[in-house]
Nanobody, 118 residues
Framework: QVRLVESGGGSVQAGGSLRLSCAYSGFTYSSYCMGWFRQAPGKEREGVAGLDSDGSTSYADSVKGRFIISKDNAKNTLYLQMNSLKPEDAAMYYC????????????WGQGTQVTVSS
């Protein structure tokens, strides 16, 4: 059974940091791009960061230099370290394993909420 379970969301002041975690199981992660997406109320879902099967990483321009995606294979856990958070980073964050980075086809978690106050 495929599972992706996010944790680590919460409320933080602007300039603060959070680390999101995504525990995954039930699939061969090497066949997918592991990534983080977010969706704020009234906005479309956007890809935030991707970690491809070859180890390459990519980031949305809006988070470059502030967010870091990483993975612990031994723990089957994907992380998103978020630093220098801004109010516009507030959203529901989703972990996903997609066939291509930032694609729609794949498996998704239930999401974890991030709130950033100014």
């Amino acid at each position: 059974q495929v599972r992706l379970v996010e944790s680590g969301g919460g409320s933080v002041q602007a300039g603060g940091s959070l680390r999101l975690s995504c525990a995954y199981s039930g699939f061969t992660y090497s066949s997918y791009c592991m990534g983080w997406f977010r969706q704020a109320p009234g906005k479309e879902r956007e890809g935030v960061a991707g970690l491809d099967s070859d180890g390459s990483t990519s980031y949305a321009d809006s988070v470059k230099g502030r967010f870091i995606i990483s993975k612990d294979n031994a723990k089957n856990t994907l992380y998103l370290q978020m630093n220098s958070l801004k109010p516009e980073d507030a959203a529901m964050y989703y972990c996903a394993a997609t066939l291509v980075c930032y694609g729609d086809m794949g498996r998704w978690g239930q999401g974890t909420q991030v709130t950033v106050s100014s």
